[in-house]
């Protein structure tokens, strides 16, 4: 069975630092990643998803993924944060390409000026 | 446009009374979802297709139900018998091609609040 662990429900961090959002998951077989971004009343746009053999990740508005087999982890990080990155970010997983999606609680990102 | 659209956006139902969402794809896609959002627990399964005619409950079925008569329309009958209806539903799409990963797209999202 899949499952995924975002640590921390709630991250702030300002202007222009660090964005670091922690995903681990739980797979039997090669899992499939995803991060998704929801902004409030709306639906959830992907952010990338993690192919096998791109350790890498890079996906849209400057956010990246780093897939740890060891560490079963699946970081989201953006260098800069900007003020229209606060949202909602969900990190997801499958474990095959025919299987269900199963999604984190989710983390709310703010932006301090 | 390609896309998912779930309606109403807004819903409010009576208590006792059954209510369905709609959701309809023209992406051609296999496979549907509906997810239940509450704050604080991400996004919750409810039931989902892989085919036409056939569908699979997930981690929250009770009380509700779905058919999926058509490949395009998956919509969601939430019954008298779910004692907390109120949240936001998401109704999302994929393809389903082995070996590949495929996201899923998702609607808007439909508010339902019982009164």
């Known amino acids: 069975a899949q499952s995924v662990t975002q640590l921390g429900s709630h991250v702030s961090v300002s202007e222009g630092a660090l964005v670091l959002l922690r995903c681990n998951y739980s797979s039997s077989v090669p899992p499939y990643l995803f991060w998704y971004v929801q902004y409030p009343n709306q639906g959830l746009q992907l952010l990338l998803k993690?192919?096998?053999?791109?350790?890498l990740v890079k996906g849209i508005n400057g956010f990246e993924a780093e897939f740890k087999k060891s560490e079963t982890s699946f970081h989201l990080t953006k260098p800069s944060a900007h003020m229209s990155d606060a949202a909602e970010y969900f990190c997801a997983v499958r474990g095959s390409s025919a299987s269900k999606i199963i999604f984190g609680s989710g983390t709310r990102l703010s932006i301090r000026p | 446009d390609g896309g998912i659209t779930q309606s109403p956006k807004y819903l409010f139902r009576k208590e006792g009374q059954n209510v369905t969402l709609s959701c309809e794809q023209n992406?051609?896609?296999?496979?549907m979802y509906w997810y239940r959002q509450d704050p604080g627990q991400g996004l919750r399964l409810i039931y989902y297709?892989?085919?036409?005619?056939?569908?699979q409950k997930g981690d929250i079925a009770e009380g509700y139900s779905v058919s999926r008569e058509k490949k395009e329309s998956f919509p969601l009958t939430v019954t008298s018998a779910q004692k907390n209806p109120t949240a936001f539903y998401l109704c999302?799409?994929?393809?389903?091609?082995?070996?590949?990963?495929?996201?899923?797209?998702f609607g808007q999202g439909t508010r339902l609040t019982v009164v």
């Open positions: 992406l051609n896609h296999d496979a």
């Open positions: 999302a799409s994929s393809i389903e091609r082995a070996g590949v990963n495929t996201e899923a797209f």
């Open positions: 993690y192919t096998t053999g791109a350790t």
């Open positions: 297709s892989q085919i036409v005619n056939d569908f």
